[in-house]
């Protein structure tokens, strides 16, 4: 055992955020506290629709990583992890950096898979951000117009055009939007209600939207005119290529090879096998919480609902582990360790760029003006525990008018 004791956390995602903002509570016993992330700021997910929406300003909807490591007086090394070695007790990052640990924490997220160049990824979420200069250069010049590809028609991408055609019909410009959704299967938002499905397909129709379903994009090229080149074919065979002005790449998410790599077991995506205390099976001072980490049994989807509700598990397990290590030297037994307990059924709240937001849960939903509401109090109370510099205290009263845009000029 290195001398202090070696908390890592690499990747300061969504599920990770409760251990780096209690972490002040391990360092002044003694701990020393690493943060492995390029990035300095966390977008929060539920957030960034509405931020291209005109909703959020940057700063409504972000974390600074670095702020709370500082502040818990830890290290934040701003490198990408390249490589982990468990035996070894190992990081390695790209600058070349080695780090060992004693106790490792896991939560990168996923990646877009084969994502091409010319298109804006998804995943990490702050990729997203760069759609943000297309849509203001358009904005702000009442002669220009823009053409935005998305390719994927799950939850991301809908509520992502959902809220940029909502911007551009507010302002008057729904006619200098030419938006379009690709998705492979045969209807936009598999795995959510019929009804729910077909409002979601009207709004965005209503505002000039095109979608194309059970239709594949095979290539997406620059081009020297600044445009992107989507070649797409459907089910039924037939060829088409469209010249947008940005490609939005929402089609799900893989793990990072990185996981893989490590020689630690992983599922059929290379996302690592955990158990419910968010534990790997093999290695009892490795944790993994948030899309990065499986549970078999569990079989969850990738979203932040999930990731969000492990956090305050994961900073348990590795509170007691940290303890234990400390103390005699040896790693907690599993039943010793919190059980992360999903949802029964995980809720999803979907701004639509209107005064009303969807909510959902199994076969469930609705869209009304109060769970566009309850879904700005939910995100706004979250973030809040990050970024209190930002939105102070948060209570029931930030319910009334709670609908409205904090941020209606979209203004950064
Ligand atoms: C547009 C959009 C909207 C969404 N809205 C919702 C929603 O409303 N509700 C919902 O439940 N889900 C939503 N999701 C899904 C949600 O974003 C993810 O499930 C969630 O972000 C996963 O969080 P995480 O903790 O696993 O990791 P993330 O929050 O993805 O964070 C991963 C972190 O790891 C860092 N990292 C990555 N690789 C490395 C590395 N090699 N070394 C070090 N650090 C690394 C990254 O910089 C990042 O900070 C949305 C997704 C998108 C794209």
């Known amino acids: 055992m290195s001398d202090p004791l070696h908390l890592v956390l690499v990747g300061g ?40 929406g005109g909703v959020y300003a940057v700063d409504d909807i972000r974390v600074d990583l670095r702020r709370l490591a500082r502040e818990a007086g830890a290290t934040h090394v701003a490198d990408r992890a390249t490589a982990l070695d468990p035996e070894a007790r190992m990081v390695t990052t790209a600058e070349g950096d080695t780090i060992p640990y004693d106790v490792l924490a ?12 010319a298109a804006v ?77 077909a409002y979601a397909a009207r709004l965005l129709r209503e505002r000039g939207a095109t979608i ?23 089910d039924s065979g037939e060829h088409d ?18 996981l893989r790599e490590s020689g630690l077991s992983t599922d059929g995506r290379g996302f690592l096998h955990v158990t419910r205390r968010l534990r790997t099976p093999t290695h009892p001072r490795i944790f993994a919480a948030g899309d990065c980490g499986t549970i078999p049994e569990l079989d969850l989807d990738k979203v932040g609902v999930h990731a969000v509700k492990q956090g305050p598990d994961l900073r348990a397990n590795l509170d ?26 995980a809720p999803l709240l979907l701004s639509t760029g209107t005064r009303r937001a969807i909510w959902t849960a199994g076969p469930l939903w609705t869209a009304r003006t109060w769970s566009l509401r309850l879904k700005h109090w939910v995100d706004r109370r979250w973030i809040q525990r990050y970024a209190p510099e930002r939105w102070g205290r948060v209570g029931w009263r930030s319910l009334v008018g709670a609908e409205a845009a904090s941020n209606p000029d979209g203004t950064e």
């Open 241 to 258: 290529t469209i010249h947008p002005d940005a490609v939005l790449w929402s089609t799900g998410a893989v793990a990072p090879p990185l």
């Open 320 to 345: 007691t582990t940290v303890r234990r290590l400390a103390g005699d030297g040896s790693a907690p037994a599993a039943s010793d360790l919190t059980v992360f307990r999903p949802y029964p059924v």
């Open 121 to 197: 990824g998804t995943k990490p979420i702050y990729r997203v951000r760069a759609l943000r200069p297309h849509l203001k250069q358009v904005l702000d010049a009442p002669t220009e117009t823009l053409g935005l590809t998305i390719v994927g028609g799950g939850a991301a991408g809908v509520e992502v055009a959902l809220n940029i055609t909502g911007r551009f019909a507010g302002a008057g410009r729904a006619a200098d939007l030419s938006l379009t959704i690709v998705e492979q299967s045969g209807k936009i938002l598999p795995g959510f209600p019929e009804g729910m499905r």
């Open 13 to 52: 995602g969504h599920a990770m955020l409760p251990s780096l903002a209690h972490a002040r509570e391990w360092t002044d016993a003694g701990v020393k506290v690493t943060l492995v992330d390029p990035q300095r700021w966390l977008y929060y997910s539920g957030m960034v629709p509405e931020h291209l």
């Open 106 to 117: 896991i939560d990168v997220g996923g990646v877009n898979p084969a994502l091409p160049d």
């Open 212 to 234: 194309r379903t059970a239709t594949t994009v095979d290539e997406v090229h620059g081009s020297d005119e600044g445009r992107a080149q989507v070649d797409m074919r459907t």
